[in-house]
């Protein structure tokens, strides 16, 4: 493969026979020259090569990482809608029929189960409550005036936490903050 910027020997035109003969001095520097300039364009092709490779090893691990990111929303969804429900069930009583305390811890045992296969995955909860408002990871929702004790900006409720997936956010948490304190 010949580059365009150096002309083919064939078309350049013979020196002219009047032409005095380079002395070996001046044949030396120009190839000395020519080296050093094809050195430096084997060093930039070089480099580009590498450049291309080091992008295309980057873009294949983003795509393994995030190539499962809708999946992992949806997944999300049904972890927190399990939560939700088990929230929802009355507290464990003294005399409760056998078969909803068993039902009752089936059903923690599958949340806590599902936890594990989302986190050994890269899908991380993010617990809001309590923590500073965090633009990049919570969704405000509401704002409520600060309790005594409760510094302004502080997440007073979470309605969901925030998940992320290898680092990424993938659903932030849907938070009331800590306005100004009441009075």
């Given at each position: 493969?010949?580059d365009?910027?150096?002309?083919?020997p064939?078309?350049?035109?013979p020196?002219?026979?009047?032409?005095?003969a380079?002395?070996?001095?001046?044949?030396?520097?120009?190839?000395?020259?020519?080296l050093?300039?094809m050195?430096?364009?084997?060093?930039?092709?070089?480099?580009?090569v590498?450049?291309?490779?080091?992008?295309?090893?980057d873009?294949?691990?983003?795509?393994r990482n995030?190539a499962a990111?809708?999946?992992?929303?949806?997944?999300?969804?049904?972890?927190e809608?399990?939560?939700?429900?088990?929230a929802?069930?009355?507290?464990?009583?003294?005399?409760?029929?056998?078969?909803?305390?068993r039902?009752?811890?089936?059903f923690?045992?599958?949340?806590r189960?599902?936890?594990?296969?989302?986190e050994?995955?890269?899908v991380?909860?993010?617990?809001?409550?309590?923590?500073?408002f965090d633009p990049?990871?919570h969704?405000?929702?509401?704002?409520?005036p600060a309790p005594?004790?409760?510094?302004?900006?502080t997440?007073?409720?979470?309605?969901?936490?925030a998940?992320?997936l290898?680092?990424?956010?993938l659903?932030?948490?849907?938070v009331?903050?800590a306005?100004k304190?009441?009075?």
């Amino acid at each position: 493969m010949t580059d365009p910027q150096t002309p083919h020997p064939a078309d350049i035109a013979p020196e002219a026979p009047d032409a005095p003969a380079p002395t070996p001095e001046e044949r030396i520097a120009t190839l000395e020259a020519d080296l050093a300039e094809m050195k430096d364009r084997w060093l930039r092709a070089e480099a580009e090569v590498q450049n291309v490779r080091n992008r295309g090893k980057d873009e294949v691990e983003k795509a393994r990482n995030y190539a499962a990111q809708k999946f992992a929303g949806d997944v999300v969804e049904i972890f927190e809608n399990l939560h939700r429900g088990l929230a929802a069930l009355p507290a464990p009583t003294e005399g409760e029929p056998e078969l909803i305390g068993r039902m009752r811890e089936g059903f923690e045992g599958v949340e806590r189960f599902m936890l594990q296969r989302l986190e050994a995955n890269g899908v991380v909860r993010k617990d809001a409550q309590g923590q500073p408002f965090d633009p990049d990871f919570h969704q405000a929702m509401s704002e409520a005036p600060a309790p005594a004790g409760v510094e302004p900006g502080t997440v007073l409720q979470a309605w969901s936490s925030a998940w992320t997936l290898n680092g990424r956010l993938l659903k932030p948490a849907m938070v009331v903050v800590a306005g100004k304190p009441a009075g």
